[in-house]
């Protein structure tokens, strides 16, 4: 049975399909072309891309758009599928016009790819898409699907400002799908409309849609609070909120009562770079979580908290936390190198909080 790109199935849209013995290439390589050097990452980007996948003897093919404006902006559309977000926001239309906005927990921007936080050494062939420049770069998962993974089935070619230009997948039957760039525009015009849906309100919090209020930036939640020891050069706090994110369990309900999470985090900003601590726990005291599929276990931190704690790459930002029982957590979320996040964590600074001082009251 051949292996469909997960995003491409999700997105359940209308492609067009083209019969026969169709195959997908790769663009064609540049010969004796030099290495593409990565330099310093844009501000925003929007590239329209072609899909293409391989269903049997056929190929279906459609188009997507992703737009984003780092830190916190991003758009994807693909047929009648638009994903919008902002901070503390993400508005979602999939095809039949079901639409749904919730309050979201403040993160770098969705679907972006930072390639500067990737291990970028070597690369491969150097293609042209778009009369732009990439090289390629191999991994075990789609980069545009937001995992990092090691492997080599999936071919990323990633130009000198860190965007991906085209991604091939592979299986043991030839290639299964490709993304290619047919348009790219680094200085993208955007308005506070290109990131939101228009007329849509956002879910209840008490509807499980989430809540974002923000606080006194030093007052802290009862019982154990942590805080970074030293903000990283150049960083400026955004803000400190108290947050509910979006979930199914819901305080009324006695059968999903125990794993209601909530949390504080603080963010923080530089350009186009986020650092997000986010700390909380369930009501019930279960576990918020459990191991993550792509999780590198950190043994060290785990002996220091006493909880189990693991570090996670994504293609937009890295994390690391730590589950701290009974049915607590803390995290650090950001476009920083996992190195970095790690020693973060492990020189969090910890004391007893006397309350929260909502700021909107």
């Given amino acids: 049975m051949l292996r469909r790109t997960a995003l491409v199935a999700a997105l359940a849209v209308v492609a067009a399909c083209s019969g026969g013995d169709d ?44 737009l984003v404006e ?13 994903r919008v977000a902002d901070f503390g926001y993400f ?14 927990v403040p993160a770098p921007s969705p679907g972006d790819v930072r390639a500067d936080l990737l291990d970028l050494d070597g690369g491969g062939a150097v293609r042209r898409i778009a009369g732009r420049e ?14 990092v993974a090691d492997g080599g089935d999936t071919e990323t ?9 085209e991604e091939v997948v592979r299986d043991a039957d030839g290639i299964v799908s490709r993304w290619v760039a047919t348009a790219v525009d680094i200085e993208p015009e955007t308005t506070d409309a ?23 930036p030093t007052s802290r939640s009862e019982g154990q609070f942590y805080e970074l020891a030293e903000v990283p050069a150049g960083f400026v706090h955004r803000g400190r909120y108290a947050v509910v994110p979006p979930q199914e369990a819901n ?29 909380g726990g369930t009501l019930g005291r279960v576990p918020p979580f459990g191991g993550h599929p792509n999780g590198t276990p950190e043994d060290e931190l785990s002996a220091q908290y006493r909880g189990v704690a693991e570090s996670i790459r994504s293609a937009h930002a ?44």
Avoid: M
């Fill in 91 to 104: 508005g979602e239309r999939e095809p039949g016009d079901e639409t749904e906005v919730r309050t979201a």
């Fill in 23 to 66: 195959e997908i290439e790769p663009a064609p390589v540049v010969e004796d072309a030099a290495t593409v050097e990565l330099g310093d990452p844009v501000d925003g980007y929007r590239i329209t891309y072609r899909v293409e996948e391989r269903d049997g003897d056929d190929v279906t093919t459609q188009e997507a758009t992703r």
């Fill in 134 to 147: 990439c090289q390629v770069h191999t991994f075990g998962a789609q980069l545009l699907l937001g995992t």
């Fill in 194 to 216: 290109d990131f939101a849906l228009e007329g849509v309100a956002a879910r209840p919090a008490a509807e499980g849609g989430g809540s974002l209020r923000e606080v006194e």
């Fill in 157 to 165: 070619c990633i130009d000198a400002d860190g965007l991906v230009l």
């Fill in 70 to 82: 780092r830190p916190f902006r991003s758009r994807f559309e693909a047929g009648e599928l638009v």
């Fill in 251 to 279: 305080p009324e309900d006695e059968n999903t009562r125990a794993h209601v999470i909530a949390g504080v985090v603080d963010v923080w900003v530089r350009g186009i770079d986020v650092l997000v601590l986010d700390q």
């Fill in 318 to 361: 890295n994390e690391v936390r730590v589950l701290l029982p009974p049915g607590r957590y803390v995290k650090v979320i950001g476009t920083l190198p996992v190195d970095e996040l790690i020693d973060l964590l492990a020189d969090l600074t910890s004391s007893e909080g006397e309350g929260l001082v909502y700021l909107d009251d």
